[in-house]
């Protein structure tokens, strides 16, 4: 049992759980490189995540190895969502505003969203992109910025903050979308409910008035001349 156990064995950092995992950690396990074997994806795995050379992992001593890739199990798991956002957020000394509420949204915002939700090809480590729709520097208008400067900042948020934010707003948003449903739903049924069908001749009298000279902008003189 004790075999690869050393008394000098030494804790190297590393992340270890969802909180401590920013979307830049997540975007790079993301580009691992599929057609490699599962040990080698394991060992770019564990490089990741301890910010450590392929070469100096593999110098390791097998007791240290075997814990880094223990330490890894982590991702195996299901990422927790958090109940409450924040609505403030500093990345890289700069400040941010997070948008909690819907009609402090403008509507390039809204449409921005429903195109990212809509593409297939999005993935959870494309969650930045999602981000910088409901992240806004302070005092900036959304979109009069450099979106890719922010994007770059919001890569260092927390995967578990990031998640967070985007299913509370995923919430958010199909519920504004249902009540604007219900809402155009509700003045139908009243416009039917109020309409009254003209008669024949009523419709000719509407059809003639609305072409008759009193409907035009001309000018006429007391004989009736123009």
């Not at 950690?25 to 795995?45: F, G, T, V």
């Not at 097998?62 to 927790?80: H, V």
């Not at 403030?88 to 509420?101: A, C, E, Q």
């Not at 919430?171 to 155009?184: D, E, F, P, R, T």
Request: charged share 35%; hydrophobic share 35%; aromatic share 8%.
């Amino acid at each position: 049992m004790g075999l690869f156990k050393r008394k000098d064995k030494k804790t190297i950092p590393m992340i270890d759980s969802w909180d401590k995992l920013s979307l830049r950690k997540l975007k790079q396990i993301s580009e691992i490189d599929e057609e490699i074997s599962d040990l080698m994806k394991q060992m770019e795995l564990i490089s990741i995540l301890a910010d450590m050379d392929i070469d100096v992992l593999g110098n390791l001593p097998i007791d240290e190895y075997a814990d880094l890739a223990k330490r890894s199990q982590f991702l195996n798991k299901e990422c927790p969502t958090p109940n409450k956002i924040r609505k403030h957020i500093n990345l890289n000394g700069r400040d941010y505003d997070i948008v909690t509420d819907p009609r402090k949204m403008n509507a390039a915002q809204f449409i921005d969203f429903n195109n990212l939700r809509a593409n297939d090809d999005m993935r959870t480590s494309d969650l930045s992109k999602f981000m910088t729709v409901f992240i806004v520097p302070k005092g900036k208008v959304y979109g009069e910025y450099d979106m890719e400067a922010v994007e770059n900042d919001l890569l260092e948020m927390s995967v578990v903050e990031a998640r967070g934010i985007f299913f509370t707003w995923q919430k958010v948003l199909m519920a504004s979308v249902m009540g604007i449903g219900n809402y155009l739903e509700r003045k139908k049924r009243k416009m039917r409910k109020n309409y009254v069908p003209m008669r024949k001749g009523e419709e000719m009298i509407s059809a003639v008035a609305d072409i008759s000279p009193s409907k035009r902008n001309t000018k006429r003189d007391g004989d009736g001349n123009r």
